[in-house]
RNA sequence: GCUCGGGUGGUGGAAUGGCAGACACGACGGUCUUAGAAGCCGUUGCCGGAAGGCGUGCAGGUUCAAGUCCUGUCCCGAGCACCA
């Protein structure tokens, strides 16, 4: 039923209709395995407190279009959304409030909702979720300990980045020059017990597996680089002094090892300090001192000139006996490979500008044909011994397999890739379900409940005393987080966790995962043991990195998802959100994802076989939008003033999905004329069919360019190129407006096609001109190829390349006919008039080029 | 520094190697109106009265034909950054 305003009033039609949907579960996704499914999914946004930003329904209108349209072409459509709700503005929020941060996260989700309800979004909210849900993260913490379970997470005490103002450690993802990416605050570093998931141990088949995903290539490059796979040989250097044991080195040019003129230790290296002798002990200590003091950006400043120090001991060259001095430097990084390296200052820039500062011998070994070192390319081996004269691939190749029967060496693969640093010391986050407990707890669970363990234990040494984290049964999740009297991390740099004794100090029963705090009486039934519960809690990539699942069967309480919905939905068709995510969310999600795939919980191996990135939209000023600026565009405003339909439409009429543009105020003026002029043809002043819509026939023309446009706005929106689609279905409407009618039926047709972009409007149309039920069910309409057939073509003439004159022509005619008609064509004439035809190019229906002399 | 992506009218942008500038915005002129708004009609890459010439960052090249392919170069944007 449409509503009974007279002209265009989207104030009354798009409430109106978001009633109907709703009303009619329009957008619920079918449980029907035997209908094709359609699996489209946008990034799920956290609810921030500044409302929705237009770059939200940027993405979200796009996806919006692809599933309404997938509805009308029949298939069993999921297009879901939730929130990624924990996170620190929250947290900061509840610090500066003291309310609790699921309050605030709720009022937020309230606006989001209302703010995504307004633009009329083919959402199933039947299927919305929120990671800070303990029915949702209950999930997030099973897959913890799946994780756990498999020697995937362990413990670690190592030097993070420690954020005083946030009180927090951050990931090195979340540290961006310096400082803190939330905030922009200074970090440093410090050493912190932390949880660490070994996504390493999945490297090789991250990397491999971007070869079968439809992503944008700078996407996958960038994951590429991020894994960063470089093969090379880890070389054992001996020690002069042997009671240090061996030195090993990880290098990408074995071949290069007769020109190694010295060793390069990282200053955090542990055999810095046994290694500095003498006099030399006091230098390399203070300079150890320095480089700790260091921030990352100071150390990595590449402007900066090389540091470093030398130790005073020698290693052997394996290849060729020669005392190779050892130095400390802080060019080299001690989280890849070994943290030492074998240095060629003659094939390295790096070692090269070293050697420079500090008067090191050059020792060239590969020929460079007279380049000026370092030489970095393709050549000869020289001055090394037996492979003289080796390209030097093969004496890559020979040094490493010689190197390696004698033991030496042996062929290796690094990666750039760190394991994930996966605990924050913060409330608002999942807690990990793990409680900490003494070496007797441990055996005792080692009797009583083996199949949660680890291989091998995973513990912590604190004032002497091991501790042993012992997993929660799955059964007695989820964990939740206690109430806090303060938000604030406690002083000691655990989370705000720390301070809630009753919680944290407990009496743990192994069996159950039940707990009484442990200043109650031990419990006597049962297998009570003391324990500590972990204080940190996980960082806010975890609750994204399976939503997608939980999508598929999002109220299940025996799984993330029952294993048929899993069959049938799959991993999403078309994943749509920021490129800024390219690394991180996507990668985390890519590791769970695989991880579920081994444990034979998901039935195919990767999650996303189809990303696209939405660009962003910039201010009116040409800069990115923020509050500062003051060039923020918000959605209210102009749903407000030119309604969704006419947003929706200008979001995706700005250009490219892809692309990153500027929003120019004006221009949403243009496509709202559109919907105007699409209604005045239609609708009368009286606010009926107008008599122009009421015609018997249409045109032959209009009818050729309705196919037309039938046939570009389904190939355009498969494509996702919605901003030539609205313009074929403008050219379209200034048909319509030229023509003296059109047929109901061709009215019909067309509205169907701007349905998914403007799905009000078109179901306010489609109802006032006698269309059967909501336009979203009404089959998607074919063109008739034959309709789209000319008889007649536009072809051009050319002389020398330069267009002189063109002529309707029958489809078919032939070069010698075509010839003729540009001879006798007067405009084209003057062009040939006493000159000699070399050379005849003819393109039939479209270009005919005379090359004269 | 390395790796990508991109430079087209006043603006956003369009163009399987085959008429560069579709579709819009803006601007200008006209129509309607007491006036305006909306709508409608027309013009709108640059130079030129016209004929015509020039034109897709710049310089070359391939081709009958180049925004599109190749080489070099400049500028803008993104990501990575002493990873051995």
């Given at each position: 039923m449409a509503t009974d305003c007279i002209d265009y009033n989207f104030h009354k039609i798009e409430p109106h209709w978001q009633t109907f949907w709703e009303e009619n579960h329009s957008f619920r996704a079918e449980r029907n395995p035997a209908k094709q499914k359609y699996y489209v999914l946008d990034?799920?946004?956290?609810?921030?407190?500044?409302?929705?930003?237009i770059g939200h329904p940027e993405g979200y209108t796009a996806t919006d279009i692809l599933a309404r349209y997938k509805w009308a072409r029949g298939f069993n459509v999921l297009h879901p959304i939730g929130w990624d709700a924990f996170g620190l503005p929250a947290e900061q929020h509840a610090v500066r409030t003291?309310?609790?941060p699921a309050s605030n996260t709720q009022n937020n989700i309230v606006t989001f909702k209302r703010q995504i309800k307004a633009l009329g979004f083919?959402?199933?909210?039947?299927r919305e979720i929120d990671t800070t849900d303990p029915r949702y993260f209950r999930w997030t913490q099973w897959i913890f300990l799946q994780l756990f379970q498999r020697g995937l997470a362990y413990v670690d005490e190592r030097a993070v980045w420690w954020c005083p103002e946030l009180r927090t450690v951050l990931a090195n993802e979340e540290v961006v020059d310096g400082r803190s990416?939330?905030?922009?605050f200074p970090v440093e570093r410090r050493n912190l017990r932390q949880w660490v998931l070994r996504i390493t141990a999945y490297a090789e088949r991250l990397l491999a597996d971007l070869k079968g995903v439809d992503w944008p290539e700078s996407t996958k490059r960038m994951q590429e680089a991020w894994i960063g796979r470089s093969e090379g040989a880890e070389i054992r250097f001996e020690l002069?002094?042997?009671?240090h044991g061996p030195l090993k080195v990880f290098t990408t040019?074995?071949?290069t090892l007769f020109g190694c003129t010295y060793m390069v230790l990282a200053?955090?290296?542990?055999l810095v300090e046994a290694l500095a002798t003498g006099d030399l002990k006091a230098e390399v200590e203070a300079y150890r001192r320095k480089a700790a003091g260091k921030s990352d950006l100071e150390r990595t400043d590449l402007a900066k000139e090389k540091s470093g120090v030398f130790s005073g001991s020698f290693a052997i060259?394996?290849?060729?006996g020669q005392r190779v001095p050892i130095w400390i430097a802080d060019?080299?990084?001690?989280?890849?490979?070994?943290?030492?390296i074998m240095a060629v200052p003659a094939h390295d820039e790096r070692d090269h500008e070293f050697a420079q500062r500090f008067s090191l011998p050059i020792v060239q070994?590969?020929?460079?044909?007279?380049?000026?070192?370092?030489y970095l390319g393709d050549g000869r081996m020289i001055h090394?011994?037996?492979?003289?004269?080796?390209?030097w691939q093969e004496a890559k190749r020979r040094i490493t397999e010689d190197l390696a029967a004698r033991g030496a060496g042996r062929a290796t693969v690094n990666y750039k890739l760190r394991d994930w640093l996966f605990s924050r010391q913060r409330y608002w986050g999942e807690p990990f379900p793990i409680v900490w407990v003494d070496e007797a707890g441990y055996a005792r669970a080692q009797a009583t409940?083996?199949?949660?363990?680890?291989?091998e234990a995973v513990t912590f040494v604190q004032g002497g005393v091991r501790h042993y984290a012992l997993p929660l049964p799955?059964?007695?999740?989820?964990l939740e987080l206690p109430s806090v009297q303060s938000y604030l991390p406690s002083g000691?740099?655990?989370?705000?966790?720390?301070?809630e004794t009753s919680w944290l100090e407990i009496w743990f029963?192994?069996?159950?995962g039940a707990a009484v705090p442990a200043?109650?009486?031990?419990?006597?039934?049962?297998?009570w043991v003391r324990g500590r519960r972990e204080t940190n809690t996980m960082p806010q990539w975890a609750g994204s990195c399976w939503y997608y699942l939980r999508f598929?069967?999002?109220?299940?309480?025996?799984?993330?998802?029952a294993p048929a919905a899993l069959r049938y939905w799959?991993?999403?068709?078309l994943y749509v959100g920021g490129a800024e995510h390219a690394v991180l969310h996507l990668l985390y999600a890519r590791f769970w994802h695989k991880v579920l795939f081994d444990l034979g919980?998901?039935?195919?191996?990767?999650?996303?076989t189809k990303l696209f990135h939405q660009g962003i939209i910039l201010g009116e000023?040409?800069?990115?939008?923020s509050k500062t600026r003051g060039n923020v565009v918000s959605p209210d405003t102009l749903i407000d003033s030119h309604g969704a339909d006419t947003l929706r439409l200008y979001l995706m009429f700005?250009?490219?999905?892809d692309a990153m543009k500027p929003w120019n105020p004006r221009g949403i003026e243009g496509v709202h004329r559109f919907l105007q002029k699409v209604w005045r043809e239609l609708i009368a002043a009286d606010g009926s069919v107008s008599a122009k819509a009421s015609a018997d026939a249409d045109a032959p023309e209009l009818i050729k360019l309705l196919h037309e446009t039938i046939k570009k706005v389904g190939d355009d929106i498969e494509h996702l190129r919605f901003n030539t689609a609205i313009s074929q279905m403008m050219i379209f409407a200034n048909a319509v407006q030229k023509a003296p009618g059109v047929t109901r039926d061709t009215a019909l047709v067309f509205l169907q096609l701007l349905a998914p972009f403007a799905p009000h409007f078109a179901e306010e149309l489609w109802s006032r001109l006698g269309?059967?039920?909501?336009?979203?069910?009404?089959p998607w309409p074919a063109y008739d190829p034959s309709r789209l057939a000319t008889s007649e073509v536009k072809l051009v003439f050319q002389v020398n390349g330069k267009h002189r004159g063109d002529q309707f022509v029958p489809v078919g005619t032939t070069q010698e006919t075509a010839l003729q008609l540009a001879r006798n064509n007067s405009r084209v004439a003057p062009f040939l008039?006493?000159?000699?035809?070399k050379r005849v190019v003819f393109v039939p229906a479209r270009v005919l080029n005379i090359v004269v002399e």
């Open positions: 990034m799920f946004p956290y609810p921030s407190g500044s409302g929705l930003h003291g309310t609790h083919s959402y199933d909210w039947e990416e939330v905030g922009g002069e002094d042997k009671s040019r074995p071949d200053p955090e290296h542990p060259n394996p290849v060729n060019y080299v990084v001690m989280g890849y490979g070994t943290g030492a070994v590969v020929e460079s044909g007279g380049a000026s070192l370092p090394s011994g037996a492979y003289n004269g080796l390209p409940r083996p199949d949660l363990l680890p291989g799955p059964e007695a999740l989820p000691t740099g655990e989370s705000p966790l720390a301070n029963d192994l069996e159950t200043s109650a009486p031990r419990p006597a039934a049962g297998a598929l069967d999002p109220h299940n309480r025996d799984a993330i998802a799959g991993a999403p068709d919980v998901v039935p195919q191996d990767e999650p996303f000023d040409g800069e990115k939008m700005l250009g490219p999905l269309g059967q039920g909501s336009i979203m069910r009404a008039d006493g000159k000699t035809v």
